[in-house]
């Protein structure tokens, strides 16, 4: 199992948090998204993935791509360490909270939107800030509200989840761009908890052997 991930890929961070959740052995291939123009856009990659995307998994010579598919995929071939409800109406659940990060405020918040911003539209960096802390905050608010009728020690109940997944790449991409934290208690403490498991330390950027 190969996956070609980012250190700092929002992506990528949710697909290691599922593989060291899972305990799961795999190689790992850094794509560097920045250097050269970018290693995803390069035709060795591409033919990989045409979406110059991270991440990409590669399993049993099958390529897989698009992280929450990825997850899900891993999560049934793999059933240790769940990370999604039995019962279908609380898999609903934990889905929803998923997408309320991964499908709504990443995609908007991600490195070719920022680089669109900066670049073809010549933000200046304040501009730039401005867009991510009105997304993060209007995408948290929400979150806060969900979690205050969802949370137990995670953001679904007691057990991590896919939810959790979700919203650790969101929570260390909030604090990167400095956006205060102090109205999203449930949010944070839920956050903080998460930070004394072994996986989730393993699986943080700032540990990765690519990190900068």
């Known amino acids: 199992m190969t996956l070609y991930g980012y250190w700092r890929s929002s992506a990528s961070f949710r697909v290691r948090l599922a593989l060291y959740l899972k305990q799961l052995p795999f190689d790992y291939q850094p794509v560097h998204l920045v250097k050269e123009g970018g290693e995803q856009h ?3 990659y591409r033919q990989l993935n045409p979406s110059s995307l991270v991440p990409t998994l590669v399993i049993d010579d099958k390529v897989m791509h ?4 990825i ?6 071939r793999y059933p240790q360490s769940p990370l999604l409800p039995a019962a279908p109406d609380e898999r609903a659940s934990v889905r929803a909270l998923a997408y309320d990060l991964a499908c709504e405020l990443q995609p908007v918040t991600n490195l070719r939107v920022l680089q669109y911003l900066s670049g073809t539209l010549n933000c200046t960096d304040q501009q730039r800030n401005n867009w991510i802390h009105h997304w993060v905050n209007k995408s948290f608010t929400a979150f806060e509200q969900r979690l205050t009728e969802t949370a137990g020690d ?22 990167r761009f400095k956006v205060p934290l102090d109205n999203y208690p449930t949010l944070t403490a839920v ?7 072994n996986p989730v330390q393993q699986a943080r950027p700032e540990n990765q052997p690519d990190a900068q």
């Open 42 to 44: 390069q035709s060795a």
């Open 71 to 76: 997850i899900e995929y891993l999560d049934e």
């Open 154 to 175: 995670y953001c679904y109940g007691d057990s991590v989840t896919l939810a959790d997944i979700c919203l650790l790449p969101q929570v260390y991409n909030a604090q």
């Open 66 to 69: 698009q992280s929450l598919a």
């Open 191 to 197: 956050h903080e908890r998460l930070q004394h498991l």
